[in-house]
């Protein structure tokens, strides 16, 4: 029987972030892998976690999207689970990597910094909140 082997949750959280910083830029998997000598395939199964980073690796891919090595560990989980501030809340969940790293997460981070007046960013938040009770009540009910 093949088992199929669960990718590292390190390898998931770098090349998720990978994925963000190359997203944050507007760059392309293809683009990526042109400048690593790569094709998008393997940008695709680096980003996903399938196929670990290696060092010179990610030195490259820092490099190619303008970051320190230290970007792709950012709120990495630590080994036992456990942020590296011991029991204190992860500063980065992974919620907030895996929305990030989407387009439309991205898109709206983008947009709503740009929003100057603290009253304007309240009142869009307190929209989405709304929104997603909103969503949740139409689930339950389905």
Not at 20 to 34: A, I, P
Not at 112 to 136: P, Q, S, T
């Amino acid at each position: 029987m093949l088992v199929k082997k669960t990718p590292n949750p390190i390898d998931v959280h770098v090349g998720s972030r990978v994925r963000m910083r190359r997203m944050m830029v507007g760059m392309s998997q293809e683009k990526l892998g042109e400048a690593l000598g790569l094709t998008f395939q393997q940008i695709q199964k680096y980003e996903k976690g399938a196929n670990r980073i290696g060092a010179s690796r990610l030195h490259q891919i820092a490099t190619a999207l303008g970051v320190q090595i230290e970007f792709f560990y950012e709120g990495a989980p630590s080994a036992a689970g456990a942020t590296q501030e011991g029991f204190a809340e992860d500063p980065n969940p992974p919620y907030m990597t895996d929305f990030l790293s989407t387009a439309d997460g991205l898109q709206l981070m983008r947009a709503f910094v740009r929003v100057r007046d603290a009253r304007v960013r309240k009142r869009v938040v307190d929209l989405v909140e709304a929104l997603a009770e909103a969503d949740d009540a139409l689930g339950e009910t389905k």
